[in-house]
């Protein structure tokens, strides 16, 4: 092996976020997925399950043992339920391996808010602590210097990067922030269940979760930072009959007149150097065909000089920057090397 490749493992590598794990690392040039694990299918090859994974180098699912995954690996990825991962961390983290998280057990930093609106138990507080916030484009640095991170949330991927330099800026008001945010079914994971069945969501839109979808208090977590004060958000999630893709639509009121062509500079400033998030021109709004298959989050805006108010849409893919690939952007920063090895993919399209 070479001084710069690195061996990988994969927990939970049957759901959709790990599948897709292993679909991107195929491509990237320093890192070997040695390991694929799934204590419910130990021993089966994964292309079983999932044939367009035939010719992946791994190819038989390994039950959870840390001190074989040790053997095999130099970072592990837990694209895991909520619940299982706080059991896991600690072990391989002790076993001396990076690990990255998918899930949301360590996004959280206070408990109370946890349990609040996992409904379940909270991780050890101090693993909570080391744990970094993955949001590459904003924390980049912290993630650069840890063994450990937490990976955000699909909902809160596309939200934060649409409202962050806003915030940071002072240039709307925070109070006033409305999120109404739009996933494919594929965000609702791999398990059977009714709302995501063919008959419920074909030919059909729905909201869910309203006013409880867990990913709330973690945008209003990084909202808070980047106003200096707490904050809280009306966010309402939908589900529309398409496999991937997010679309966030934001609206806040603005602190001063602006106008769009200034939230396109500030927004361009902001994100300089970083490769995955796009800045649309003024008058031009993406689409979540333009980013499918990616680790793009593409940006546009619109001030309403009638209302006084801002309208954002971010975009992204939710299994890639909202969960597979935004995983590897924040592998790469921890192992110094360009954040965007093995994701430079042009959108699939149309």
Same mark, same amino acid.
């Given at each position: 092996m070479k001084s710069n490749q690195i061996r990988a493992a994969i927990v939970g590598s049957t759901g959709y976020g790990g599948v897709e794990l292993i679909r991107l690392l195929q491509s990237h040039p320093n890192v070997t997925v040695t390991s694929v694990i799934s204590s419910s299918n130990a021993g089966t090859p994964i292309a079983e399950g999932f044939p367009h994974l035939t010719e992946i180098r791994t190819d038989l699912l390994d039950g959870i043992d840390v001190d074989n995954i040790r053997s095999k690996a130099d970072v592990v990825f837990l694209a895991t339920p909520h619940g299982i991962s706080m059991k896991l961390a600690p072990e391989f +983290?002790?076993?001396? !391996?990076?690990?990255? $998280? !998918?899930?949301? $057990? #360590?996004? !959280?930093k206070s408990g109370d808010v946890y349990r609040e609106w996992y409904k379940h138990e909270p991780a050890d507080q101090a693993l909570v602590e080391r744990a970094v916030y993955g949001l590459a484009e904003v924390y980049g640095r912290e993630v650069a210097t840890t063994d450990f991170i937490s990976n955000p949330g699909c909902f809160t991927t596309s939200a934060l990067l649409g409202l962050y330099p806003a915030v940071k800026a002072g240039w709307i008001n925070a109070d006033s922030i409305i999120i109404d945010a739009k996933s494919g079914v594929s965000g609702a994971g791999r398990g059977l269940n009714l709302t995501a069945h063919y008959s419920e969501i074909n030919e059909n839109f729905k909201a869910y979760k309203i006013n409880k979808h867990q990913h709330t208090p973690e945008i209003e977590q990084v909202l808070s930072? =980047? =106003?200096?004060? /707490?904050?809280?958000?009306? *966010?309402?999630?939908? !589900?529309? /009959?398409?496999?991937?893709?997010? @679309?966030?639509? @934001?609206y806040a009121t +603005?602190?001063?007149?602006?106008?769009?062509? %200034? #939230?396109? &500079? +500030?927004?361009?400033?902001?994100? %300089?150097?970083?490769? *995955?998030?796009?800045?649309? /021109? &003024?008058g031009r709004w993406p689409a979540t065909k333009e980013v499918f298959g990616t680790n793009y989050c593409d940006i546009g805006f619109s001030v309403d000089e009638r209302t006084g108010r801002i309208t954002f849409i971010s975009v992204i893919d939710n299994l890639v920057k909202g969960a597979a690939g935004q995983a590897i952007q924040n592998l790469n920063l921890m192992m110094n090397w360009d954040e965007s090895l093995g994701l430079q993919f042009t959108p699939v399209y149309p």
């Open positions: +983290l002790e076993a001396g !391996l990076k690990v990255i $998280d !998918l899930s949301g $057990d #360590f996004r !959280l930072e =980047a =106003a200096g004060r /707490p904050v809280i958000t009306t *966010f309402t999630t939908h !589900l529309v /009959p398409m496999t991937r893709g997010i @679309m966030t639509t @934001m +603005l602190t001063e007149k602006r106008t769009s062509a %200034e #939230f396109v &500079e +500030l927004y361009r400033q902001f994100y %300089e150097g970083r490769k *995955f998030v796009r800045i649309r /021109p &003024e």
